[in-house]
């Protein structure tokens, strides 16, 4: 593959799969219904291989399609990448935040825990991730926050992540008391990436489409989370109404800036543009601009796929998997 003239300072920013394995079974997750890629752990040569190309690392999430903890290399990861100087973090179910693992995690220094939940009740998390283990989880998060008291640590930073659904924003404002529970710092509304399967359909979608009452619902959360001194936001830092708003700019994916400074790397070492394009894209093979275990970074980043992709994002006609970006998820 011919090398074009830089477009772009390498990235700082990695999105890593340490896992495709998952031990849940979400009703919006394409994981559940076959994923992308065959299932199995990043190893530690191959966690090497990748982030070793990147000459500087400020922010590392080692996440993606699966559940990091299920990787018992995680914490030896994290230590790692914390050592060349980024904020690390990572998505997770926290079932199997336990005992050891959970010591493991705090000593590696990890930066952020994003908790997937999703509910506020046993019952609906059932209904939406698949298994019974709502209880396990909360559990798991006391715990951990008596953990981090008893070492006294501030890091990492837990906060609850909730995809709103028509089938659970009734249960949104039960965020609160259960993050003062456990002791997390913040809430974040992520929009529903919709392809189709399960509840990631478009009529479970609020994108465009909140009622009085869900409006209500996000205003009272607003309030109660202010008086718990709690953060509650969207993904990409927007207030959570108004990442549910339509939006009105004109070709609303040619602001994305994420081809131009971060890579996310699937556990088979596949390069692709962003972390939602494999959620929602028809054609996988399409959205691949190389692979880190058989070409250099240099090469993919500088090579003839990233700078045609970097060229269609912001014209008419973008790439597939980029013509819903601002309406069906955030920016």
């Not at 079974?25 to 090497?48: H, K, M, N, Y």
């Not at 992709?309 to 008419?316: E, K, L, P």
Request: glycine share 8%.
């Amino acid at each position: 593959m011919s090398i074009l003239a830089p477009p772009a300072a390498l990235p700082r920013s990695l999105y890593l799969e340490t896992t495709s394995r998952c031990n849940s079974l979400c009703e919006t997750c394409i994981l559940t219904f076959g994923g992308r890629e065959p299932a199995r752990d990043l190893t530690w040569d191959e966690f090497r291989r990748v982030v070793d190309q990147f000459p500087r690392l400020d922010r590392v999430l080692l996440h993606g399609i699966g559940e990091p903890l299920l990787n018992r290399d995680l914490p030896r990861m994290i230590a790692h990448v914390k050592e060349r100087g980024a904020h690390v973090l990572f998505n997770s179910n926290v079932i199997t935040l336990t005992g050891a693992r959970a010591e493991a995690i705090v000593a590696a220094g990890l930066d952020e825990l994003r908790v997937s939940l999703d509910a506020a009740t046993a019952a609906t998390y059932a209904r939406v991730r698949g298994v019974d283990a709502f209880a396990k989880v909360v559990g798991n998060l006391e715990r951990f926050a008596e953990l981090k008291r008893r070492r006294g640590a501030s890091r990492p930073r837990v906060s609850l992540w909730f995809t709103a659904l028509q089938d659970n924003i009734e249960e949104i404002p039960g965020l609160v008391p259960l993050a003062v529970r456990v002791d997390a710092a913040g809430i974040y509304l992520q929009r529903l990436v919709y392809n189709g399967l399960g509840l990631a359909t478009e009529q479970q979608s609020l994108h465009g489409r909140l009622q009085r009452r869900q409006r209500e619902l996000i205003a009272r959360t607003q309030e109660a989370a202010a008086r718990a001194g709690l953060d509650f936001s969207a993904s990409g830092a927007a207030a959570p109404e108004v990442s549910l708003a339509p939006s009105v700019a004109d070709r609303p994916w040619s602001a994305c800036r994420r081809p131009w400074t971060l890579v996310y790397v699937t556990v088979h070492g596949n390069v692709l543009p962003c972390c939602i394009a494999p959620w929602i894209t028809g054609h996988y093979d399409g959205i691949i601009l190389g692979n880190l275990y058989r070409q250099s970074l240099q090469e993919i980043w500088w090579g003839e796929r990233y700078a045609g992709f970097r060229h269609d994002i912001q014209t008419a006609t973008p790439p597939e998997p980029c013509r819903g970006c601002g309406v069906k998820w955030s920016l």
